[in-house]
């Protein structure tokens, strides 16, 4: 029997069935109408962004990057509980635009930004983090046609990486940011241009649980912040220090030591060399914040046995949830935190494998792992969904489409 990824706290049984915000999860069901469906829990959320307020220093402003969850609701949720909001689209604009979020704080991160996309931020007050000279050098003059002043932050390319995080974003050869030796002269080069100057994003990966890891990358990152901004010589009015937060999703992973992570940035902020006594910081967070506070509902549609092997067919799969099968990103599959939603409490009884109803090989959401017995129409909960779920996985693929989303 392969083992399953921890289930996150906060997910009760509530007579045998697993329950989210308050109600068990054949209710949602119910109410949607159909599965599959993500539920992602308000209070979860609320609890998350609490945890992490009180863990960091009261200057560390918080940002939630919204490609880890654009769901409506849930931005509208996050508007109340966050500072800023990163973007890295035309397209996540539009969607925290009609979200009712204010521009002014939106910053726009990512490579590739089209001439359009430019000028619906630059007409709107977003904050470009800017990811080479000549992305700088069109924002300035899409800003003199619009006669609007573009607000310019510069992403930098860190020589260092957070280590042991899934994604790295930093050192060496990237197509993300500009190579720290190039920024002082381009911060100038905006500053003498008359755009608002808003400062760096210094941003070197993503999903670490070594909050050791996390903390020396922070430090890193204010120290090549002070340097950039001697360099550059003007006062640096505001830095990103980037996110890297992950969550444990797999067996053995524990979460974040959030204390040490608080108490070292604190230990920094206390004593910021002058370049920066006056710069405004923030981090960036997706799936720390919202991942895992989401619990996607799957319907098993078909029961059975091959070669002696059980596999529990589902009515859901890779295009809704493609990291939880082991094609986002990971190189060797491991099993995501997985439970029969309506047998919650059961004891293990058989190893089963939990499929989706695509005809692909690569659809597993658990492999050969330990459950009570399940039949025809028991739900699955995969945990963990609530970042790059939904909004990272192929929903078109052989026609399915979308799943149910509901903020409970
Ligand atoms: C993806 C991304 C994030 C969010 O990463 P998480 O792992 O979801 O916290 C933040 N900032 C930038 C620039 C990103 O590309």
Known sequence: MKPLGPIPPGFPAVNGILSVGGRPVTEWVEQAGDTPLFLYSADLIRARVAQLRDAMPERLALHYAVKANPFDPVLKLFAELVDGFDIASGGELAVVQRAGIDASRVSFAGPGKRDRELEAAIAAGVTLNCESEAEVRRALGIGDVLGCTPRLAIRVNPSFDLKGSGMKMGGGAKPFGLDADRVPALAREIVGAGAEWRGFHIFAGSQALDAEAIAETQEQAL????????????????????????????????????????????????????????????????????????VYVTRIVDRKVSHGEVFLVTDGGLHHQLAAS????????????????????????????????????????????????????????????GAYGASASPAAFLGQGAAAEVLV
């Open 223 to 294: 120290e090549l912040a002070a340097q950039l901004a001697r360099q550059t010589g003007a006062s640096l009015p505001h830095c990103n220090l980037g996110g890297g937060m992950g969550i444990p999703y797999f067996p053995g992973d524990k979460p974040v030591d959030l204390a040490l992570v608080g108490e070292r940035l604190g230990q920094r902020f206390a004593a910021l060399p002058d370049e920066l006594h006056e710069t405004g910081f923030c981090i960036e967070l997706g799936r720390y914040l919202v991942g895992e506070a989401g």
């Open 326 to 385: 082991g094609n986002f990103g990971t190189v060797v599959r491991r099993n995501y935190p997985v439970a029969i939603a309506t047998r919650y409490d059961a004891a293990v009884e058989e190893e089963a494998s939990v499929v989706g109803c695509l005809c692909t090989p690569l659809d597993r959401l658990a492999d050969k792992a330990g459950f009570p017995r399940a039949d025809v129409d028991d739900l699955v909960a995969v945990f963990c969904a």
